[in-house]
């Protein structure tokens, strides 16, 4: 049997017993007409959006300071999350928090492609050895906002020329490519229906990558609870009520099933390209049918990316998909985060601790409940954590072994006298 972690099951109880939601913002609710009888003791009135149980679960809890193996951290946005950084504050953020998580190596995900040179310039210099890049392609150009039809996409050379970009982009140095949920959701095409991922438009596009060594990191759709209604049976209610903008429940969205079959096709009809789709093609919450494509299309890699509530809350099914897979699935993180959201990362890969949680935010930012860990074996840590990152891109090899290095002495030295 599975144990049910505290905060679903009280969550759980709170919906039955009818306690008032109040809506502030999202979609308005009507406000509860009875209120719960006072039972024994007082009871705190409390609105849904305050509940912060602390669970009174006492079980054995493992402190880990870093990663078993020093890590590549295959999904990061090194612009999008630390916009203003200087490079003393890149600096900082290595020594305080990746070299005593271990972490070897981060690929920032964040250089438009045309423009690499300035975001490899910004993770270059002396940090170069601890940054890879990813480049991702500008849809609209120059392009008006509420003229499709004006877009680069939309323009007849746009795959020929992006492909051209990309040769140039990885002669400068950049390992892949990333495509954002935009495309298949929101970008356009010129009649301004959502463009299809399997346009044969980009066609030449993955073929580039293919020939480039250049393997394609996609995020496609969302979590399933995105594309339902924001409604009582939600399990993502709360946090789908702070952001009403990452719904996609209005028909007008094409659908989560479609967006992956899309995929799929792309994936099938270009073997000779490697296709990471990042947070684990956001099936994470039916590891049956993703285990069922990875076997099917053995150009298909995985990132866990933000994934680890998902992962974490079916810790048998988990463990299980993760020795399937572990030559396919990927370690990264969605970062930069501060430390305590990483440890929850080797907590939930590496040990068997029990309801605990797996981000540093109040409330839980992806769903009211813990997770479990799963205790991986070493072998399948040191593909995850980096062996199948420098398969897909042996550029990172070089990096990855002269900071593992550093990293593995300096924390094998003995503190100085007074330090
Ligand atoms: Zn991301």
Request: charge should be neutral.
């Amino acid at each position: 049997m599975k144990p049910i972690p505290f905060v679903q099951r009280t969550f759980g109880m709170l919906l039955l017993l009818g306690l008032s939601v109040t809506p502030s913002f999202g979609q308005q609710l009507e406000p509860a007409e009875v209120k719960p009888e006072p039972t024994a003791g007082s009871v705190v009135d409390l609105s849904l959006r305050d509940f912060r149980p602390k669970s009174m679960l006492i079980v054995p809890e493992t402190k880990l300071a870093h990663a078993a193996f020093p890590v590549i951290d295959l999904h990061t946005h090194f612009r999008l999350r630390m916009r203003e950084a200087t490079p003393e504050d890149l600096g900082k953020y290595v020594r305080e928090v990746l070299d005593p998580n271990h972490i070897a190596v981060c690929v920032s995900l964040d250089a438009k492609l045309g423009e690499e040179d300035e975001h490899l310039k910004h993770l270059g210099g002396a940090l170069a050895n601890r940054f890879g890049v990813f480049v991702h392609l500008d849809f609209q150009g120059s392009g008006q906002t509420d003229r499709p039809e004006t877009w680069a996409v939309n323009q007849a050379s746009f795959a020929r020329e992006a492909a051209a970009k990309l040769q140039r982009a990885k002669a400068a140095g950049c390992l892949g490519v990333k495509f954002f949920k935009q495309f298949g959701l929101e970008h356009l095409d010129a009649r301004g229906k959502p463009l299809r991922i399997n346009d044969r438009r980009f066609d030449p596009i993955w073929k580039a990558c293919g020939e480039l060594g250049m393997p394609v990191l996609m995020h496609v759709a969302d979590p399933a609870a995105f594309f339902l209604p924001t409604d009582a049976t939600n399990e993502r209610w709360e946090e789908l009520a702070r952001h009403p903008e990452w719904s996609f429940a209005d028909p007008k969205f094409p659908r989560r099933e479609q967006l992956v079959e899309d995929f799929l096709e792309v994936v099938a009809r270009h073997r000779g390209t490697r296709f990471i789709a990042a947070h684990c093609l956001n099936y994470a919450n039916d590891l049956g049918a993703l285990g069922k494509w990875l076997d099917s299309h053995p150009n298909l890699f995985v990132d866990i990316a933000s994934r680890i509530n998902e992962l974490g809350r079916q810790p048998y099914t988990a463990r299980a998909f993760f020795d399937r897979f572990d030559q396919r699935i990927l370690f990264a993180t969605d970062g930069p985060w501060p430390a305590e959201r990483l440890g929850y990362y080797w907590r939930f890969l590496e040990t068997f601790d029990e309801n605990f949680p797996y981000s540093e935010k109040q409330p839980p930012p992806q769903g009211l409940w813990h997770i479990y860990g799963i205790g991986l074996r070493q072998e399948s840590l040191r593909r995850i954590y980096f062996e199948n990152a420098i398969r897909l891109m042996p550029a990172l090899k070089e990096k990855y072994e002269r900071t593992a290095r550093e990293l593995l002495e300096r924390a094998n030295k003995p503190p100085e006298k007074g330090a």
